[in-house]
């Protein structure tokens, strides 16, 4: 770290485990670089005016990775589950899934083809590359992240104000933030309450 050379102007936010000159950057597009950033490729080849995710997921097999995007339609979004079969090339991004609402992934790097998915109040599992899922959880809420230990069986899940621990069928809550009563200072509201906002 005493010497530095720059290798070239690439906005990165993703780097392959399994290759440190492979990397990835959004500048509007997805871009790959296969020489540690002096050139750059276009390899995101599926039309759309998205929101991108500035997360990759690397399977084990080196040739599989997984992202999400949440792509914007006439009068609704959607969130969309993507996959490459390709090392993230262009023209090899498959959309494998969709959902209304947010979608949260984790890889078993352990495991090839093992992928988890949350969304909503359910947690699936594919070990076909995202191919098919299977329903694996179900909970009473809303989850908003997900972690898979690697060479464990264990499942992390995250609520608004809960964190759960998953190995198996069995559910242990590790982590529970008491909500604000604040938040619920105006309950109940009656008909005829009014908010005015001005600006």
């Given at each position: 770290?005493?010497?530095?050379?720059?290798?070239?102007?690439?906005?990165?936010?993703?780097?392959?485990?399994?290759?440190?000159?492979?990397?990835?950057?959004?500048?509007?597009?997805?871009y790959k670089t296969?020489?540690?950033?002096?050139?750059?490729?276009?390899?995101?080849?599926?039309?759309?005016?998205?929101?991108?995710?500035?997360?990759?997921?690397?399977?084990?097999?080196?040739?599989?990775?997984?992202?999400?995007?949440?792509?914007?339609l006439q009068d609704?979004?959607?969130?969309?589950?993507?996959?490459?079969?390709?090392?993230?090339?262009?023209?090899?991004?498959?959309?494998?899934?969709?959902?209304?609402?947010?979608?949260?992934?984790?890889?078993?790097?352990?495991?090839?083809?093992?992928?988890?998915?949350?969304?909503?109040?359910?947690?699936?599992?594919?070990?076909?590359?995202?191919?098919?899922?299977?329903?694996?959880?179900?909970?009473?809420?809303?989850?908003?992240?997900?972690?898979?230990?690697?060479?464990?069986?264990?499942?992390?899940?995250?609520?608004?104000?809960?964190?759960?621990?998953?190995?198996?069928?069995?559910?242990?809550?590790?982590?529970?933030?008491?909500?604000?009563?604040?938040?619920?200072?105006?309950?109940?509201?009656?008909?005829?309450?009014?908010?005015?906002?001005?600006?």
């Open positions: 770290g005493v010497l530095w050379d720059t290798a070239g102007h690439f906005n990165a936010f993703s780097l392959s485990p399994y290759n440190d000159k492979i990397l990835f950057a959004l500048e509007g597009f997805l296969t020489d540690g950033g002096l050139t750059k490729y276009v390899v995101d080849t599926i039309p759309s005016n998205s929101y991108r995710n500035n997360f990759l997921f690397y399977d084990k097999d080196t040739n599989y990775i997984y992202r999400t995007d949440y792509y914007y609704h979004g959607v969130n969309k589950l993507l996959v490459s079969n390709n090392s993230g090339e262009a023209y090899s991004w498959q959309i494998k899934l969709t959902s209304t609402l947010p979608m949260y992934l984790s890889v078993d790097y352990a495991v090839a083809s093992s992928v988890y998915l949350a969304t909503g109040k359910y947690i699936y599992h594919s070990t076909d590359f995202g191919n098919t899922f299977s329903l694996i959880q179900t909970f009473d809420r809303n989850l908003v992240g997900i972690y898979k230990k690697p060479a464990s069986s264990k499942l992390y899940a995250a609520a608004y104000n809960t964190l759960y621990e998953i190995d198996g069928s069995a559910i242990n809550i590790i982590k529970q933030i008491p909500i604000d009563p604040e938040i619920f200072k105006f309950d109940p509201i009656d008909i005829g309450n009014k908010w005015i906002y001005k600006s």
